[in-house]
């Protein structure tokens, strides 16, 4: 059986490796290309995700595709409106038939000669191996393990005669209706279960080692309603995507320059939220400022709503060990439960746990530096999609796949059929920090030294920034010092007229 040979091999049919097909069949036509999904659905987080109360912390006119209208009325959306949205995109734009399930990509061997990954594939439950060959290997498998979410190992586990229960792998038949049920965790996962749990459940306690900002807000966007009644729909949604972003990046900048203030405004709203007799000081007033971490959106004040009603307590202290009844805390006390759901985290992956090898090496990318956030250094034809820890995540997946397009069209205009960032010595050793910066996530700080490092300035920066990176994506250079072009079959100079491999693949 011969090898498959597309043009762009994209890894994963999450929000980002739909939306890339559709840039590259809105950008470029013809270019073949194939989805190569590990699991049996597309969707990525919000198929993979089954847990009560499911929904984005992140409004869908910014959450949602640049060219695709989100016309739904609730902005902030539960997971299968979202997922329906992902394949409902796909269906528009013809995606479908380029998907390929139960594909897991394992690793991808650079030939040099040919200029092309041959990428090694496990397919089907059984796992029967087989090889495609790609140009461009475009990664967004997300950044996450999908296999296993994070636990700590809690002393006792083992004691514990009740369910144990990680919102990752959440069983489809748990009865928790009448239970008394305790999430451990502070984050947006946490967040979404407590107040859905909180509607069958006997009781449920919120237990965190520390307070995490809150933001309350309606899941209905009413300007964004008003325009969709009087303007055509895509004028409608890319007044308020404007608008969103706008807000989302004014108060980021405000909570980086007046901490304070903002950190101010947070609690008083906390604080009318749970009512003026609610001490929020050890549940709900964190020891950092604001956008050290990510702030956890609650629509409508539904956490706020439960534990007014008594039907959800919050408990701020650190666990010592499971017990056979439930949890005993560091203080002594105990905690009694039916049901625990470690609401603890993600195991976080770099592109995906693809290994890479270049000159039959394999490819440490701990090693390596970014290249505008999207490239690594020695790793040739190679593109991955990581959003924002600040915003939406797919304003900048959007980004990224456009500037893809971008730089496939200025290869095809020059021939050329390899592209690698290259590093001076001088600037790798300047190159020591991490990829992410100024965010103190535990999900983050655990496996920081997996990823690529940065530099201090451009293109050696994976900055956070909007309006920077719409800037540098769409508008920017393709060509500069950093980026080694090549085609190793031409010699010399190409001669006019000389048939892109490209062009010719397409």
């Known amino acids: 059986m011969s090898t498959e040979v597309f043009d762009v091999i994209i890894v994963g049919g999450g929000l980002s490796g739909i939306g890339s097909a559709c840039h590259l069949e809105r950008n470029c036509p013809g270019k073949t290309y194939t989805i190569l999904e590990g699991r049996e659905s597309v969707g990525g987080t919000w198929d993979l995700f089954r847990y009560p109360g499911i ?8 959450l949602g595709y640049s060219f695709k209208p989100w016309t739904q009325a609730k902005a902030i959306a539960d997971g299968p409106s979202i997922l329906e949205y992902i394949k409902e995109t796909a269906a528009e734009y013809g995606i479908e038939d380029h998907i390929r399930l139960q594909h897991r990509v394992e690793s991808a061997s650079w030939s040099e000669e040919d200029s092309v990954w041959e990428v090694k594939v496990r397919k089907g439950a059984a796992g029967e191996e087989v090889c495609m060959r790609g140009r461009f290997v475009l990664m967004c498998a997300g950044y996450y393990n999908y296999d296993e979410g994070f636990t700590p190992d809690f002393a006792g586990r ?4 009740g369910q144990i229960v990680h919102p990752q792998h959440w069983p489809e038949d748990l009865d928790y209706e009448g239970k008394r049920v305790v999430v451990i965790g502070s984050g947006a996962t946490a967040m979404t279960l407590v107040p859905s749990l909180a509607e069958k459940a006997g009781h449920v306690v919120m237990l965190q080692r520390s307070p ?13 309603n008003f325009l969709r009644r009087v303007l055509p ?13 706008t807000m989302q990046q004014w108060f980021y900048r405000q909570a ?4 304070e203030r903002a950190r101010d405004a947070l609690l008083k709203r906390a604080q009318d939220g749970l009512g003026e007799d609610y001490d929020i000081d050890p549940h709900f007033t964190p020891r950092y400022n604001p956008w050290d971490q990510r702030l956890c959106l609650i629509p409508n004040g539904d956490l706020f709503k439960a534990i007014r009603s008594k039907r959800v307590s919050v408990v701020t202290e650190a666990l010592e060990a499971f017990t056979r009844e439930g949890l005993r805390l560091k203080s002594g006390e105990t905690l009694e439960a039916d049901i625990i759901v470690t609401a603890t985290g993600l195991n976080l992956a770099v592109f995906g746990g693809v290994q890479f090898y270049v000159k039959g090496e394999r490819v440490d990318l701990s090693k390596s530096v970014s290249y505008k956030g999207i490239m690594c250094t020695g790793l040739p034809n190679v593109v991955g999609i990581f959003g924002y820890i600040n915003a939406s995540w797919t304003l900048r997946s959007d980004l990224i796949a456009e500037y893809f397009c971008r730089l496939i069209q200025h290869m095809d205009a020059r021939g050329d059929t390899s592209v ?3 590093i001076s010595d001088e600037e790798r050793e ?7 910066q100024d965010f103190s996530a535990g999900y983050i700080e655990r496996a920081i030294g997996i990823y690529p490092k940065q530099g201090e300035r451009e293109p050696w920066v994976n900055p956070q920034n909007f309006k920077r990176d719409r800037v540098m994506f769409l508008q920017g250079e393709l060509e500069d010092e950093a980026l080694t072009f090549g085609n190793p079959k031409a010699v010399g100079s190409r001669a006019d007229g000389e048939a892109s491999p490209l062009k010719a693949a397409g």
Do not use: C, G
Request: hydrophobic share 35%.
């Open 55 to 62: 929904r984005s912390d992140s409004d869908m006119h910014t």
């Open 158 to 161: 083992d004691q514990f005669e």
């Open 212 to 224: 995490t900002y809150v933001a309350s807000r309606p899941d209905v966007d009413a300007v964004a």
């Open 233 to 245: 729909e895509r004028w409608a949604y890319a007044l308020t995507r404007w608008k969103n972003i």
């Open 256 to 259: 980086r320059t007046s901490p």
């Open 420 to 422: 690698v960032p290259s």
């Open 430 to 436: 300047r190159a020591s920090l991490p990829w992410i």
